[in-house]
């Protein structure tokens, strides 16, 4: 009797499921997936050289006078000039992208017209570009000599342009392929309600495409938060007006301050950090929603 008890409680046949003790041990050493540890590892590897050394290296660069010297050299007047500038430039870049790049993703997606084709490639431009040869032809078009008689050179509107230019791909293509999934039919059907055009993307279409939206306009600030070459030229380098963070930094390693370089470089590679973690916080809150949505 014992023995068909213990049977029946370990042998239940084929196709039922046997209880198992769990394992114990490290489980979170675990590794699953197709990669394997010596995928992983490489990643690892390969991340560290390129990305987390460099960075290290930056901030114990940044502290070699200790924290009095980094504090001194981030909150000096003129590196809280180049930031303040920076910011702001930035900011209105990211707002312009996020109403331009929807747009243009709009039309893109929603429209046919002559030479499609080739305005959808040129969107990806900037990003093969050099950011240099955009300069270049900014001061050529807007610089003292400006064929079209419009000056923008060493000023903040001419940053804007020239950010604007290398930052325009990141909000096109976020929204974009949310757009092509949009289901059509209930535009249709909100249509046919009495909505007007801008009802129907203000209550349907925006909270759809809000996340990637807000995820191109975040990625276009970080870009522009960093840019050197697009404003080299074209921005003047006017402490206090015109003169971003990135030419600061320039400036600070010539008259040989690296230290002061290296700190107003923390201070941006900060910056640019938390914006992208609000992001990647905010793209994942909305996965969880859309989960417990379905």
Same mark, same amino acid.
């Given at each position: ?29 675990? !590794? ?18 390129? /990305? ?45 992208? !996020? ?9 893109? /997606? ?64 976020? /929204? ?119």
């Amino acid at each position: 009797m014992s023995d068909s008890s213990t049977s029946a409680g370990t042998d239940r046949g084929p196709g039922v499921s046997v209880d198992k003790k769990p394992k114990s041990g490290r489980s979170w050493l675990r !590794v699953t997936g197709s990669v394997g540890p010596i995928g992983i590892a490489t990643s690892v590897l390969w991340l560290s050289i390129i /990305v987390l050394l460099p960075l290290a290296a930056l901030t114990y660069t940044s502290f070699d006078d200790g924290w009095s010297g980094f504090w001194d050299a981030v909150t000096a007047p003129s590196a809280i000039d180049s930031l303040k500038v920076t910011i702001f430039v930035s900011v209105i870049v990211a707002v312009v992208n !996020v109403i331009m790049g929807t747009l243009i993703a709009w039309v893109l /997606v929603r429209d046919e017209f002559p030479g499609k084709g080739i305005v959808n490639a040129l969107i990806d431009l900037p990003f093969a570009l050099p950011t240099i040869v955009a300069s270049i032809v900014l001061l050529a078009l807007y610089g003292p000599r400006s064929p079209i008689n419009v000056h923008l050179n060493a000023t903040q509107p001419g940053i804007i342009v020239a950010l604007a230019f290398v930052t325009l791909p990141f909000v096109v293509r976020s /929204v974009q392929p949310v757009l092509i999934e949009v289901d059509k039919e209930v535009e249709q059907a909100a249509a046919s309600l009495g909505a007007d055009n801008w009802t129907t993307f203000r209550r349907i279409l925006l909270p759809t495409l809000a996340p990637a939206i807000i995820s191109g306009g975040g990625l276009a600030f970080a870009r522009a938060i960093g840019e050197y070459g697009s404003v080299v030229l074209i921005g003047g380098n006017i402490p206090r007006e015109t003169q971003m963070a990135s030419q600061y930094i320039q400036q600070q390693i010539e008259i040989d301050r690296p230290v002061n370089a290296a700190a107003v470089s923390v201070a941006l590679l900060v910056i640019s950090f938390l914006s992208l973690l609000v992001l990647r916080l905010f793209a994942d809150r909305t996965a969880r929603k859309e989960q417990e949505s379905r």
